[in-house]
DNA sequence: TATTCAGAGATTTTCGAATATCTCTTGTTT
DNA sequence: AAACAAGAGATATTCGAAAATCTCTGAATA
């Protein structure tokens, strides 16, 4: 959100991406042209490009001739993107435990340190998921599917990862007694022994209780802002 | 490839789309904005974007301050490519079988007859697949898996479907003593009996079969071009 | 001879103004 | 009162020129 003057596409793209997913826009607001040429200090070309290529990704959404608006959210929607999800990463993970090497072994222990060492949520007030753990655990979830290799799979595995993200940021729940960390490890276990089935499993265990909880915010915001 | 005045971002980016899925551009071709502008008689600005949405895809490769070029081809990534797309069609199909209605059994019906009765050579010599049975063609594979009802796995599957159609067409090979429409009939049959290992053991193999022969064509060019 | 450097030309990238389109208000007609 | 029409303002879209960057050539230097 910071605004400096003169950026390359490339960057603006990049930061207006991490806004969408930081949760700075909602669910189905408009992006006008011009307040974002302001915010972002850059012309309506670079902000148009920016727009386009994030509609593509499925983030944003494009009505030719009436302009862009952040991806609408809705029950149905995060229940077709989880079962995607589940089942693309699944297969991933799959060929990553089946052909990942050490160096990916490596990689993926380290991302679950990092992980396990950053504090989840902030000392605010209600405390919120801190920004640096959710990058720490998408960093992880990346790097349990890196070693599948297929750059196709992994293209499509972020996309929908983003979209999750987009969907967990909005929703800013937290669940007091879920193990989360106990859920990781657990994947991190099973993958480690390279035990495809259980580590499958739990990764998609751990996908769907996000989806449930998620699901119950979603309702309940729906219902609240019905009356 | 017809020159129009005053084209909307939306219908140049279909246009393109097109040649570059109907090999008029080769692999690795550079994309330099102001012919294209000239060919499709827009400007810059809208010839930026549409590339840049086609790069978001896959068809086209960006390197910032450089240029866009079509989408390289090789060996390794037409077998990551079909791999991708086996395992993920399949599980659409799955869904389809599962859950596809009866309007659906229906389009999957109409699209495999549309695909029969269109010639798939044409009357040049030598004898090239008819742009009509490519299209028809796509459209059986897709009103097959329309019945999975997931926007997010659907638009997945037409994403690497391009991909694929790029190959195939990049390469116009075509092997003799393949017996393409008893693939696609077995494919039919099995759906329609809601078999779905079956469905999907066909599905396989029809990709796995094409893939094979582009891959011997890839390997063969690529000889030929070293020389 | 190999390497470096300068500069011309080609190309990409960005910009902001000009144009086309949409939206909402207000007034008119039935 | 309801339906329609006209117009003003907001907004998206397109354009082509200006700026930034890259690439290639050929001469100067080590």
Redesign the pocket.
């Known amino acids: 959100m910071t605004t400096r003057?003169?950026?390359?596409?490339?960057?603006?793209y990049a930061r207006v991406r991490a806004d969408l997913l930081g949760g700075v826009y909602a669910p189905g607001e408009?992006?006008?042209?011009?307040p974002l040429?302001e915010t972002y200090?850059?012309?309506?070309?670079?902000i148009?490009?920016t727009?386009s290529r994030l509609t593509e990704q499925g983030l944003v959404e494009?009505?030719?001739?009436?302009?862009?608006r952040v991806r609408q959210v809705s029950v149905d929607d995060l229940r077709h993107l989880t079962s995607a999800r589940i089942d693309i990463e699944s297969l991933a993970l799959r060929y990553a435990i089946e052909r990942g090497d050490m160096t990916w072994e490596s990689e993926v222990v380290a991302a679950h340190h990092r992980m396990e060492r950053t504090p989840m949520l902030t000392a605010d007030a209600p405390p919120r998921v801190s920004d640096e753990w959710e990058a720490a655990h998408s960093g992880f979830h990346g790097a349990l599917l890196d070693g599948a290799q297929n750059p196709w799979l992994l293209g499509i595995a972020t996309t929908l990862r983003d979209a999750g993200e987009f969907y967990r940021r909005w929703s800013q729940v937290h669940e007091p007694g879920r193990d989360v960390a106990g859920e990781h490890r657990e994947i991190l276990e099973a993958t480690l022994a390279r035990d495809a089935d259980r580590a499958v499993r739990a990764l998609a265990q751990h996908y769907q209780h996000t989806a449930d909880i998620l699901e119950r915010a979603l309702a309940e915001r729906d219902v609240a802002q019905n009356s």
Do not use: D, M, N, Q
Request: aromatic letters at 4%; glycine letters at 6%.
């Open positions: 003057p003169r950026a390359s596409t490339e960057e603006v408009r992006l006008k042209s011009t040429c200090g850059a012309s309506v070309s670079v148009r490009e727009l494009s009505e030719p001739r009436i302009g862009f």
